[in-house]
């Protein structure tokens, strides 16, 4: 081990993270949570219900109950677990941690692939036919995302604004938000097609499908139109090199009307010199097997925003997700 006796461990605290992580995301998969939000168990009625292996179903329930999900004999969801990781629950993030999180450990089996040879994961690009992964993707994203929207949208500072083109927009969460601040604004999300299936499902489940719509297609194969009072730009940088990034900068500065506004959100990349958050090291890694990209700091996108005509860039840390830089100009 790396530490001396008595000290703290990281490669046990590294391995008990990643097992942790796992098998909740497992229990999230075998639906574990809703099924004691239906009713307690023990590990034999556990086994039963969900047809699970006996040992796998107690051993499961064991390190679910020492990580604080379940308490109790038979077992219980605790407070956290109803609120999070019951899919029926107004709050449930249960797709971005069982679903998706599963996605994720399938882009990272290809890490080291990615970094000896630089090849991705690639789904944008080569994997448009995976419906059930892509459903997990978006949908994930619109729970992780769902409680920082409106104080993203209250960050652009637009008179009244008619017309916003959300790019890669994908769950439409900023665009409803941006709707719901702004009764006369009509918004479009320009995606993938896969992705604006699972969009449009989305946003009908939230009441919102008259006032969003989709387009479907590559952003720099479709464009953005033009005399737009705000484009948007949420979660997509990372998945693009610098060169495409500052291209879709300058697109958006020709598609504003004068006073427009365009807003990038992502996760930031710490200044040169600066503390790297564990959110900013691991999501960065994560998006570079993903894609071949990494996270940008705020200065980076700040620049883009200049260099393309921008005036009055600011940048803004979303008080709900702390890693999540929110950078608006006109």
Same mark, same amino acid.
């Given at each position: 081990?790396?530490?001396?006796?008595?000290?703290?461990d990281?490669?046990?605290?590294?391995?008990?993270g990643?097992?942790?992580?796992?098998?909740?995301?497992?229990?999230?998969?075998? %639906?574990?949570?809703?099924? *004691?939000?239906?009713?307690?168990?023990?590990?034999?009625?556990?086994a039963?219900?969900?047809?699970?292996?006996?040992?796998?179903?107690?051993?499961?329930?064991?390190? *679910?109950?020492?990580?604080?999900?379940?308490?109790?004999?038979?077992?219980r969801?605790?407070?956290?677990?109803?609120?999070?990781?019951?899919?029926?629950?107004?709050?449930?993030?249960?797709?971005?941690?069982?679903?998706?999180?599963?996605?994720?450990?399938?882009?990272?089996?290809?890490?080291?692939?990615?970094?000896?040879?630089?090849e991705?994961?690639?789904?944008?690009?080569?994997?448009?036919?995976?419906?059930?992964?892509?459903?997990?993707?978006?949908?994930?994203?619109?729970?992780?995302?769902?409680?920082?929207?409106?104080?993203?949208?209250?960050?652009?500072?637009?008179?009244?604004?008619?017309? *916003?083109?959300?790019?890669?927009? %994908?769950?439409?969460?900023?665009?409803?938000?941006?709707?719901?601040?702004?009764?006369?604004l009509?918004?479009?999300?320009?995606d993938?097609?896969?992705?604006?299936?699972?969009?449009?499902?989305?946003?009908?489940?939230?009441?919102?499908?008259?006032?969003?719509?989709?387009?479907?297609?590559?952003?720099?194969?479709? %464009?953005?139109?033009?005399?737009?009072?705000?484009?948007?730009?949420?979660?997509?940088?990372?998945?693009?090199?610098?060169?495409?990034?500052?291209?879709?900068?300058?697109?958006?500065?020709?598609?504003?009307?004068?006073g %427009?506004?365009?807003?990038?959100?992502d996760?930031?990349?710490?200044?040169?010199?600066?503390?790297?958050?564990?959110?900013?090291?691991v999501?960065?890694?994560?998006?570079?097997?993903?894609?071949?990209?990494?996270?940008?700091?705020?200065?980076?996108?700040?620049?883009?925003?200049?260099?393309a005509?921008?005036?009055?860039?600011?940048?803004?840390?979303?008080?709900?997700? *702390?890693?999540?830089?929110?950078?608006?100009?006109?």
């Amino acid at each position: 081990m790396l530490a001396e006796r008595g000290e703290p461990d990281p490669f046990l605290d590294t391995f008990t993270g990643l097992v942790a992580a796992r098998a909740v995301t497992t229990a999230v998969m075998l %639906g574990v949570f809703d099924a *004691l939000h239906d009713a307690p168990a023990t590990p034999d009625e556990l086994a039963e219900r969900l047809e699970l292996d006996p040992l796998g179903a107690e051993t499961l329930l064991a390190t *679910l109950a020492t990580l604080g999900y379940v308490a109790g004999e038979p077992a219980r969801n605790t407070e956290v677990t109803e609120r999070l990781l019951v899919k029926s629950s107004p709050d449930s993030i249960a797709t971005f941690i069982g679903h998706q999180g599963d996605l994720h450990w399938q882009v990272l089996d290809m890490l080291p692939e990615a970094v000896r040879d630089g090849e991705p994961y690639s789904m944008h690009e080569q994997r448009h036919e995976d419906a059930e992964r892509w459903e997990a993707y978006i949908r994930g994203l619109f729970e992780i995302s769902r409680a920082e929207q409106d104080a993203n949208a209250a960050l652009v500072k637009v008179d009244s604004p008619q017309r *916003l083109v959300d790019v890669a927009g %994908g769950h439409g969460g900023f665009a409803m938000a941006m709707c719901r601040r702004h009764p006369g604004l009509r918004a479009t999300v320009l995606d993938l097609p896969p992705s604006a299936a699972v969009g449009r499902r989305i946003v009908a489940e939230q009441g919102f499908a008259e006032r969003v719509e989709f387009r479907e297609r590559d952003v720099f194969e479709l %464009g953005l139109g033009e005399n737009l009072d705000v484009v948007s730009v949420f979660n997509l940088i990372h998945h693009l090199p610098e060169e495409r990034d500052r291209e879709l900068v300058r697109m958006a500065r020709a598609a504003l009307r004068p006073g %427009g506004c365009l807003v990038i959100g992502d996760s930031a990349r710490p200044e040169p010199g600066g503390h790297m958050s564990a959110h900013g090291a691991v999501s960065s890694l994560l998006f570079y097997a993903w894609s071949h990209s990494r996270n940008f700091a705020p200065s980076e996108v700040r620049g883009w925003m200049e260099d393309a005509g921008f005036e009055d860039v600011q940048v803004h840390q979303n008080v709900r997700s *702390l890693w999540r830089m929110v950078v608006v100009g006109r």
